[in-house]
């Protein structure tokens, strides 16, 4: 489809972007609730990572990237994607507090300042992936994810079980 075709579907650029942040917004919380229905909190959280972070294609991750530089000078967009990230937020604080009701992860976290480092962790890679041809977040998500589940399980202030044993 030509770009001028795309304003028969949609009155402005602010249309097609409204309608891409709400295609993300649903994705993510029907990703939150996959990992709140997994076995186990870090395979799901991983199986979230492995999509959002490496199985998106380089297309959907640069259309983000655009969307988020469309925020520093449109205010429409910009409250589009303040909206989006309030909501992300506070599914994953739901995610995490149910992990952490389970005793999947540190009932003492702050969950969120936890919520937060996700979204910055999410939004890095998926910028190192849209700016960078040699990044290959496959090779970086295990990393990753152990970092992760070290801020999770082992953060300072909070005696580790596991070390004192």
Known sequence: MSPGNLYRYFRSKEAIIAG???RNRIEAAESFA??????DFFQGLAALARHHLVERSLEEVAICAEIMAESRRTPEIT?????IEHEVKKGLVAMLQHAADRGEISRDLDLEGAATVLMTLGDGISWRRAVDPA????????MILHMVKCLLTEFP?????ERSR
């Open 20 to 22: 891409i942040v709400e």
């Open 34 to 39: 996959g990992v709140q229905q997994a076995p």
């Open 79 to 83: 409250e589009l994607c303040h909206r």
């Open 135 to 142: 990044f290959d977040p496959a090779t970086m998500l295990p």
């Open 157 to 161: 202030g909070v005696e580790n079980k």
